[in-house]
């Protein structure tokens, strides 16, 4: 007799411990799909040609334009340094070299967090071509400076040209985006 009650106890154990680690479960999975969100990947890159010129791209026909970096999406699945010098060869027929990261600029908008990694490249074989984002051309980087530049580019400058900036976050306020550098 002691031998079946010793069996019911272990089976209302077995089922509350079942239910137990059940709720722990159910608890971190929606801890774990909260953290989950929407991420549009893209990149951009300054080229410098040791001779105190960086290639610019006037970017035309596009929601995004003036004076930036050549750059792109990250298509799925792409390892996020062959992606940038994927964009590179695309849009200015040159192909880049060890690319090194130097930052990231990001934001969210309409539920999705767009995140563009930042590199710097000096290395690069090929002839320089414009493409359908627009013309592209070597431009000491002060006169670069002075041109119309494309939405966030001084944001991205700061953290290319700075070894304590890493990283900018645009936030929405009343009157636009603004960047908060890191």
Known sequence: MPRKNHKMI???HKSKRSDINKRVRKSLNEKEES???KVCFM????IQD???NVLALDKVNDSYTGTTFPGGHV?????????MIREVWEETGLTIEAPKLGGLYHWHKGGVHYVITLYKADKFTGDLKS???????WIPLEELKTKELA???KHVLKILESEQVDECYMHLEVDGY???LY
């Open 151 to 153: 939405t966030g580019m």
């Open 131 to 137: 493409s359908e984002e627009g013309r592209v051309y």
């Open 35 to 37: 953290r989950i969100e």
């Open 75 to 83: 298509e799925a699945n792409e390892i996020f340094q062959k992606s």
């Open 178 to 180: 603004v960047g908060d």
């Open 10 to 12: 272990d089976g209302k």
């Open 50 to 52: 040791h001779k105190g």
């Open 43 to 46: 990149n951009m890159c300054m």
